[in-house]
């Protein structure tokens, strides 16, 4: 965080003032605002199509409801205005609207750790049959197509992928293809070769796999160190989504060890699917 502003009610400087600091600010490649209302409706949208050329602006807007905006008339005496107006408006400036702060949080990641993309289609890598359909159907409601992969990519998988009890059809279900490592990065670079597919998804269920670790030592982290290869060669996006269960202790080392590596990783399926939508 290069910077960090509470501004109370705003008596004296308002959020239309400190998006203009932080959008000359080199230190800030992202601004994440959360706002009630705003003095000087004009100046503001103003300024935020003209920073949001510039660098990547977030808006959480409070007090979108009826009983929301009389708790910001009591809380900060600010105007918030009509929701479809801003949200309008929001859009029309090039800025990224989100709902909450862990969408504050998830987009951010996604901006910042994500490589960037423009297409829609996603290839996506599940541990599991039923989590292969859990994921699909996460990201095919964000909005994403999930495209069956070219005919070169198939004859690719069929050369070495061990389909039974797995599929590779897009989503991959690679379960039958655990512990090799190898095959585990074959089939991301595969997707990630694909011209169909331009952002690459991977199931990283943490209790499976410290199990797996139970058994051949240090898997977990080889893997991790092999996802940091791949990342680094690839031309791509790649998401991790790392599901807890009951193993939350792991699953925050696991979060760290992607982190410094440059891998952006989520809770949830759809919270995934959600902020790489938002950051498109």
Known sequence: ISKSVSYGNAAVLDATDYLEYLG????????????????????????????????PVLIWKGGE?????RATASHT????????????????????????????????????YAKPTSGNGVGLVAMTGGQSVAITDAFARAGFDIPLLSEGSYRKFASFFNTIGSSYRNPLDISSNLPHLERII?????????????????????????????????????????????????????????ISAYAESETIE???????????????????????????
């Open 254 to 280: 696991a979060r760290k060890k992607l982190v410094a590596r440059g891998i952006p990783s989520f809770p949830s399926f759809e919270r995934g699917a959600n902020a790489l939508k938002k950051a498109v």
């Open 65 to 69: 409801t009826k009983e929301g905006t």
């Open 77 to 112: 005496a600010s105007l918030a205005g009509s929701p479809l107006l801003w949200d309008t408006l929001v859009r029309q400036c090039g800025a990224i609207k989100v709902d909450n702060l862990d969408e504050m949080i998830d987009t951010i990641k996604a901006l910042l």
């Open 186 to 242: 074959r089939c991301l670079d595969i997707l990630s070769e694909d011209e169909r597919i331009y952002a690459v998804v991977l199931d990283l269920p943490v209790v499976f796999l410290t199990r797996i670790s139970w058994l051949i030592p240090g898997f977990f982290d080889d893997l991790i160190d092999a996802l940091s290869h791949y990342n680094e060669r690839s031309a791509k996006p790649l998401l991790t989504i790392l």
């Open 24 to 55: 000359e600010d080199e230190d800030t490649n992202i601004i994440g605002i959360y706002i009630e209302g705003v003095k000087d409706g004009r100046r503001f949208f103003s300024s935020l199509r003209d920073v949001a050329r510039r660098k």
